[in-house]
């Protein structure tokens, strides 16, 4: 088994180094009102490579704007990243037919050429994983998962607004971050050590919701 990148096993800030990737689609109503149609949108989630701590933000559409609006919406609550990582584009190959509009807006020319743009004038390197080599983006396409399995458990079919869904991805988040990064003792009060722990130095803690 190959050694960890340094950067897995070097000291640093909470997302300095930063994986993005995107989930959906999943269909949203802006109001509840009779007759409103429902509509498309987009998971971006950003994790920290070193911490594993993510942050989570929902974006309405697949377009270069939605995407630049939620990484500085990141950056802003986060702080300054200088590696951001992203899946390789032909890692996308014999994606399923309902993913083909999230991959072909990933590997549009326009769009990498205004994140590439946006980050290098804020002094952030790009870097994509080799060429059919998923496996080096095995931290955010877990937690990916997680975030799926966590979605999908509570709403469900519920079709939900748009503050809806994002109280429910912001809880989630709080969920994620809220992982013991350490064994747990058989001490009944042990000291977990949390990502949050690393983003606010205190553990989280969310609302109770009905059932």
Known sequence: MADLPEFRVTEA?????TGVDY????????????????????ICLFV?????????????????????AAFKRFISR?????????????????ARAQLDELYKFLLDGRFQSVITNELSSRRIEWKMIPPRAPHFGSM????IKSLKTHLYRVIGNQLLTYEEL?????QIECILNSRPLNLVASDPYPEVIT???????TPLQYLPAPP
């Open 140 to 143: 955010w396409e877990s937690n």
């Open 13 to 17: 800030k909470a997302f300095v180094h």
């Open 166 to 170: 994002q109280t429910v991805l912001i």
């Open 195 to 201: 990502p949050a722990h690393f983003l606010i130095i």
């Open 48 to 68: 920290c490579l070193v911490v594993k701590a993510v942050h989570i933000e929902l974006v309405s559409d697949l377009t270069s704007d939605s995407f630049l």
């Open 78 to 94: 986060r702080g300054p990243v200088s590696y951001l990582y992203s899946d390789n584009g032909t890692n996308f190959i014999g």
């Open 23 to 42: 989930a959906g689609p999943i269909r949203i109503t802006l109001t509840r009102r009779r007759g409103h149609h429902s509509q498309k949108a987009y």
